[in-house]
């Protein structure tokens, strides 16, 4: 029987940090990477109670109200390479495995790219695991040039919100 899709987008709360942290670990335990590395990796991606004073979380939930998609986003200082203003980086952009391909990372990533310009930010930043970057670049983010390899995550992807 398939799943139903996105019922509702909401902001998240600091009661929601349980739920937000179940999808990002069913998440990150779906990514094409050895198991010890996923099972190590999770604790620092994990959200806490603190990151919500300087984080948005925006939360897709099923008809049953059960959350099945996260996109996190803090302020981050102007991107060097784009002379912009002050950009938001999408902290985050998680969705059950099950629910994957049915357009719920798109509907967040619009609600995410909304939620920075509605705040003033001129574009939104992406550090994306390398099987992702074909999303993003889908939804109009472009390559950032890796300048110093050792201080410059190698998949980062911009997309300019003002254009």
């Not at 139903?4 to 779906?30: F, H, P, W, Y």
């Not at 990796?41 to 049953?64: C, K, Q, T």
């Not at 391909?101 to 939620?115: C, D, Y």
Request: aromatic residues 10%; charged residues 25%; hydrophobic residues 40%.
């Amino acid at each position: 029987m398939e799943k139903a899709c996105v019922t509702s987008i909401r902001k998240g709360a600091l009661e929601d940090i349980d739920q937000i942290n179940q999808v990002l670990e069913q998440a990150v335990m779906s990514w094409d990477l050895p198991e010890r590395v996923k099972r190590l990796a999770i604790p620092s991606y994990r959200y806490h109670a603190y990151d919500m004073n300087s984080m948005s979380f925006y939360l897709a939930e099923n008809a049953s109200g059960e959350v099945i998609g996260v996109a996190a986003l803090e302020a981050i200082p102007s991107l060097e390479d784009q002379k912009s203003s002050p950009s938001m980086l999408l902290h985050g952009l998680y969705v059950l495995p099950e629910y994957h391909h049915r357009g719920i990372g798109r509907q967040l990533l619009s609600v995410a790219e909304a939620h920075a310009q509605q705040e003033g930010f001129s574009g939104l930043m992406v550090k994306a695991q390398p099987e992702a970057k074909a999303f993003f670049s889908r939804n109009g983010y472009k390559e950032l040039a890796v300048e110093d390899a050792r201080k410059d995550y190698q998949y980062r992807l911009w997309k300019s919100l003002t254009d």
